[in-house]
């Protein structure tokens, strides 16, 4: 099977400016759900698991919403591939790792549907920086579309049924993926992080683990899915990331003013060693761009687009590389081809 | 007094390519000598030193050698000038620190006459690349020229007298100053530097302490001046300068077959940093210039010129960065105008 990817290329959600995107990278909706009629993930027999993505994957086919979207069973796929698909967050890293797992997404990889996941359907909307709005209209649609063809596991009480407690009710997640260097080098993003997490919303490192070295970037969404509607639950997430953005363009502005040639020299560095090194890892290349990102943003590196900076953030991944050179790679050889592409994807930009 | 130096070009010697220029950035030759009329620098007292200065200014301005030389007394000089003066190896340390001590010097710097120094007379002059016979026949030429004019203090058993023993006899001292990362990436170097020692050579780090931070510079001379003529001296030095200059291309290629993609990222990765900081120190400066001229002689730098980087050894120092701003600078400032000249340097080079 050829994968209906490239790998050569990101996503088209991450490749595109959306709203406030110089703070806000990706807006994501998802809703958890399981059909009535079939035993929760864990406890599905694997000819079950089958006969289930076959199911959904034939119901889907059918529908007008689905043209021209792509249908893969992950066990068909390589291990690079399986981890590419994670890479671009159409699949989850327990997914990747079911046989009998199963992905659907649009053009663009805007849309997509995880099957035998924890739960039986993740349905999963992704948009180009702070627009939870359309990623949540387009994953309502499709979950719309689904719950008039199956029938879902429901509780009159309890809303939505879920494998894991933490999805029951509306099943609803919605989450933004924010670059935040300013408040994490004016080292104000824990006063930040323990505000949100007062305010019933989950942060986690994204890329990593949140610490510094994994390059500023965060995960905001909604710690609990029970007891308001999906749309409470959005709205009070577009708040706080509203006020994130504002403490976050306020926290560069001060940096600028107070650290000046020390930062202009931190990301004059990161661009001349990212332009130039032969060899990096994963961890390192997301700190420099992450700091080349900052620097695109202030003015600093001029002729950089910010949105091919943000693409790096997939390619430069190890299922990506590996996919690229058709291959599968060494740590060592990875760090190489990794050093190669970003080279080449500065190769426009001025000396 | 305007100084007759651009700070902004460094010594005509050091920005010409001489012979085995590859590891060989410079010889030297120099005499010291001591007017028997006068008691030794040590113990003359200020009046005097004035007047040997001005008697040694007078005679030579006679002479048709030094045609269109540059006289210079240093108590008229700023800080910064003096400092730039040692850079150019004009002057040493301890010269720049009297002020009643001058120096006279042919355009493109090549032979010079210290004044006042631990000797009444230093004689030097350097050439570029492997040539100690250029710079031997000129300084020979000087000394004689001055030999005709004064009396010389003199013993008939010990030779030329000196003011400190270790310069005794011929008061010669040959030098030439070496660029050797093979070796020292390599880890061969130790092994080498003790061999020297053991031929009668002392061997000392150049630009610092000898340590590879400080950028892989050795300079190479001879350690007695006493027991055989000045020619024999030379002589010895010449023939082990061969020998290192051998070992150093042997040990370069070694370290491309074996370190490969690693050395290549470091060289990368110095190039990077030289042309994109913002603020770099000397220490920092100088040991990517080195690794960065490995990379030019193993050709993995393209369109950069050897002797430019050379040429940088001179003008990202102090007293050099200092007169080209007009101003005292403090470490920070001159951190600041050290990333901007490498950064202009390098601009015509490419990405």
Not at 59 to 66: A, G, H, Y
Request: charged residues 30%; aromatic residues 8%.
């Amino acid at each position: 099977m050829v994968l209906p990817v490239d790998s050569q290329r990101p996503s088209s959600w991450l490749s595109k400016e959306g709203p406030e995107y110089d703070v806000v990278i990706s807006s994501r909706a998802r809703f958890a759900r399981n059909l009535s009629n079939y035993p929760f993930y864990d406890k599905n027999p694997d000819d079950k698991k089958k006969k289930l993505r076959n199911e959904i994957f034939s119901v889907l086919k059918e529908e007008e919403i689905t043209a021209g979207w792509n249908f893969l069973s992950l066990g068909e796929l390589s291990t690079s591939e399986r981890q590419l698909l994670a890479e671009r967050r159409l699949a989850s890293d327990e997914l990747i790792s079911e046989l009998e797992s199963g992905v659907v997404f649009s053009e663009g990889e805007y849309t997509s549907v995880m099957v035998n996941e924890e739960d039986h359907l993740r349905l999963q909307s992704i948009s180009s920086g702070f627009d939870i709005d359309r990623a949540y209209d387009a994953a309502t649609k499709l979950e719309r579309t689904l719950n008039d063809r199956f029938q879902f596991a429901y509780d009159s009480r309890w809303g939505y049924l879920s494998a894991c407690p933490t999805n029951l009710g509306t099943g609803f997640r919605a989450s933004v993926l924010l670059h935040l260097p300013g408040l994490v080098l004016q080292q104000k993003i824990n006063k930040i992080l323990k505000a949100i997490s007062n305010l019933g919303l989950t942060v986690r490192g994204f890329y990593g683990e949140g610490s510094e070295t994994k390059g500023f970037y965060f995960q905001l969404s909604n710690q609990v899915t029970l007891g308001q509607s999906a749309e409470k639950f959005k709205a009070s997430l577009e708040r706080v990331v509203k006020q994130v953005i504002t403490q976050e363009r306020k926290a560069r502005e001060e940096l600028i003013n107070s650290a000046g040639i020390e930062l202009e020299d931190r990301i004059g560095r990161s661009y001349g060693i990212l332009k130039h090194a032969r060899k990096i890892n994963t961890r390192e290349a997301l700190q420099l761009l992450s700091l080349c990102r900052l620097g695109v943003d202030r003015g600093l590196v001029p002729h950089v687009d910010i949105k091919r900076l943000d693409g790096l953030l997939q390619l430069l991944q190890p299922g990506h590389l590996q996919c690229s050179v058709g291959e599968e790679l060494s740590e060592k050889q990875r760090d190489f081809y990794r050093a190669e592409k970003v080279g080449k994807e500065f190769s426009g930009a001025p000396p």
